[in-house]
C-alpha cells in the first residue's frame, strides 16, 4: 500500500542523506520526496511517499523516530488529508492547435508559464497526483517535450497543525 509520511527535521547539513540512507539500507524505496524549510528556518517538513504493509511502515517510522535530527515523524495516509503535486511541462505548440492546447490548460485549471506560439509553450498544473498522470496523458498528442514534476505534499485536515509542540 501507498503511504504519505510527513517528518520534521532540524534544517541542518546531512539530514537528507541520513533519511535516504536509512531507507536505503533497509532495502525500502522512496517513490516522492519534498523537502522546504518552514517558517521557522530552522526547522523543514519533508513529504515522501513509500510503500509497504503496515509493519513495513511501522518500522520505517520508528527508525526515522531515532535519527537524531528527526523531530516528529507521521504517517497520515489513513487521516483525512489533502496531497497536491505540481507539474511543469513543456510541449510543442503550433497555431492550428493553439486553442485546443489552452482549452485543455483552461479545463484542468492550469496556467501558461512560457508562450511561444509557433514552436512551444511551458505550462504549469497543481493537482491530485493521478488528476496529472491524466493531464500528461491528454498532452500527448500535442508533443511533450520536456515534464518535471514534483511529488505529492500532503497535509491533515482539521483545525490541529504538524508542528513542534
Given amino acids: ?17 541520513r533519511v535516504a540512507g536509512l531507507f536505503s ?3 525500502y524505496n522512496i517513490e516522492t520526496l519534498n523537502v522546504a524549510p518552514l517558517q521557522d528556518k530552522s526547522i523543514s517538513r519533508m513529504t515522501l511517499v513509500t510503500r509497504g504493509d503496515e509493519h513495513v511502515i511501522e518500522q520505517i517510522k520508528k ?4 535519527l537524531i535530527p528527526v523531530i516528529k515523524v507521521e504517517d497520515i495516509s489513513h487521516a483525512v488529508h489533502l496531497e497536491r503535486g505540481m507539474l511543469m511541462v513543456k510541449v ?3 497555431s492550428d492547435h493553439c486553442d485546443e492546447l489552452l482549452e485543455l490548460v483552461e479545463r484542468y485549471g492550469g496556467e501558461v508559464l512560457d508562450d511561444h506560439i509557433d514552436s512551444h509553450m511551458i505550462l504549469e498544473f497543481t493537482d491530485k497526483v493521478d488528476v496529472l498522470d491524466a493531464i ?5 498528442p500535442f508533443g511533450i517535450i520536456e515534464a518535471t514534476r ?16
Fill in 25 to 27: 539500507a533497509r532495502g
Fill in 63 to 66: 527508525q526515522l523516530n531515532k
Fill in 1 to 17: 500500500m501507498r503511504h504519505t509520511i510527513t517528518v520534521l527535521v532540524e534544517n541542518e547539513f546531512g539530514v537528507l542523506t
Fill in 92 to 94: 510543442k505548440a503550433c
Fill in 150 to 165: 514534483t511529488g505529492p505534499l500532503g497535509m491533515r485536515r482539521g483545525a490541529e497543525g504538524f508542528r513542534v509542540d
Fill in 136 to 140: 500528461l496523458e491528454a498532452l500527448e
